[in-house]
Each structure stands twice: as C-alpha cells, then as structure tokens.
C-alpha cells in the first residue's frame, strides 16, 4: 500500500518510488493513477473511479494472491482516509492475512502539504476532520465539529464540499462560530502540489466568499493562530 503525496511526483518518498518502480501491477483510483502516470509507464494498471475501494482493494488482494508484486495506491498517505484500513479489514476478514505479505509506504498527507504551502498553522495540537457524510453520520460530524472547536484546536477540514453538496460546509462554519471568534484565520489550499493549485488566506467571517470543492482543504486557526504577511502560524508557546 503506497501513499504517493499530495499530487505532485516531486514529493513522492525514495521508499515509494522503488515500490512503484518494482511492482507489476497498479491498483488505485483512476485519478491518483494518472498522477504517477510516468513512473509506472508500461505496467499493467487496475482503475476504477469513486466509491469502488472495495472493488480496487479486492482487485489488489486477488492478484497478490497469484504471486505479483502489487501497489494498491492512495493519494496523501494510504493510513489517513486512504486505503491501508479497507485492505487490512478485507484481508482478515476474509482470513488471507496469513497467505499475503503486506507492507504500508507512508505519504504527505494533505494536512501537511496545505499546511507547509500556508506556513505553520499546525505547530500546536490540531485535529482532522472530513465534511463527508457518506460513511459516517452527519450528526457525529456535527459533534465532532462542536467538540474540537470547544477545545480550541486547530481544525483541518477534508471534503468541505462539491457541486452538489453545500450545506456541510455551510453547517460547520456556524458551529465553528459559537466557539471561535468571527475573525479567526482560515487557509483555503486547492489542489495542493497539482495543476491549479491556489492558496488564500481568509477569516471564518468570510470562508463562504470562496469557492469550496472536494480538492480543497481548509485549516481554520486557534485563537492564537496569526498572519504574518502571506503565512499562517500558530504558535507553539516558545518565549521570544
């Protein structure tokens, strides 16, 4: 299981590099693929599109169990919202855990990678959330928003929203705004590392003013999170 970055092959680890280099053959979600498309040219490649992990990971099992070397893919790391859980869940459950050596190649997540492109916004506790309710209930995403902003942790946002799906993000920000202050520093990373790729810095008040999609991440700071001209930091309590 090969985590492959945030999007550009620059940021793709040495480890994961020769993994990919030594596989015969790639699994993953069609987009990921095309991302690494020059290192595995020539290699036998399993896509498939969204909501088909299942299928991608049954894939990679099946073709392990014959003896190749496979990379199931997942963008970022495939420990953080990737794939490694899913293909370990199936592989027990279906007691093939003995029959299929298995080996996790870690990746910059997209946390790090939006927060290396604003500054420093995670230097102190912080905590990740996905807006995406098709696997877990909107209403314990809804606690976990209302906790952590109590908290006063910074918050990562994943999937804050799509075409089709607003009020999530809408939702969250109301929640954010009973515990942090309507001034509160936001980074908008889009397409990290990718084509496109666009970075701004905003405030809660004014986070709906941007345009949100499911390539975007969004860190929202503490109350001690500032902006020093084009960068966030949030500090980590060091005397100066």
């Not at 620059?10 to 053959?25: F, G, M, N, W």
């Not at 909501?51 to 893919?73: F, N, S, Y």
């Not at 590392?193 to 700071?221: A, K």
Request: glycine share 8%; aromatic share 6%; net charge neutral.
């Amino acid at each position: 299981m090969v985590g492959t970055g945030p999007g550009s092959t620059d940021y793709l680890s040495p480890k994961a590099l020769r993994v990919l280099q030594e596989a015969d053959i790639i699994v993953g979600y069609k987009t990921y693929v095309q991302l690494i498309a020059p290192l595995v040219e020539g290699k036998e490649i399993i896509s498939t599109g969204m909501t088909r992990e299942v299928e991608r990971c049954r894939a990679a099992i099946a073709q392990a169990q014959k003896g190749r070397k496979v990379a199931l893919v997942s963008s970022g790391d495939p420990g953080v919202y990737g794939m490694a859980g899913l293909a370990l869940e199936i592989l027990y459950q279906d007691k093939l855990h003995d029959l299929v050596e298995v080996e996790i190649i870690p990746g910059i997540t997209a946390a790090t990678a939006a927060a290396a492109l604003l500054g420093a916004p995670l230097m102190h506790d912080f905590v990740v959330i996905s807006l995406s309710d098709l696997l877990t209930p909107w209403e314990i995403i809804e606690k976990r928003l209302a906790l952590a902003a109590q908290g006063d942790f910074v918050i990562v946002l994943y999937n804050p929203a799509s075409h089709k799906r607003k009020f999530q993000i809408q939702r969250a920000r109301e929640i954010l705004l009973q515990y942090k202050n309507a001034s509160t520093p936001v980074g908008i990373v889009r397409q990290a590392y990718r084509d496109g790729e666009e970075v701004v810095i905003t405030d809660l008040e004014n986070l709906l003013s941007y345009s949100l999609d499911m390539f975007s991440i969004l860190i929202i700071g503490n109350n001690q999170t500032k902006k020093l001209d084009n960068y966030l930091v949030t500090p980590r309590g060091y005397v100066l």
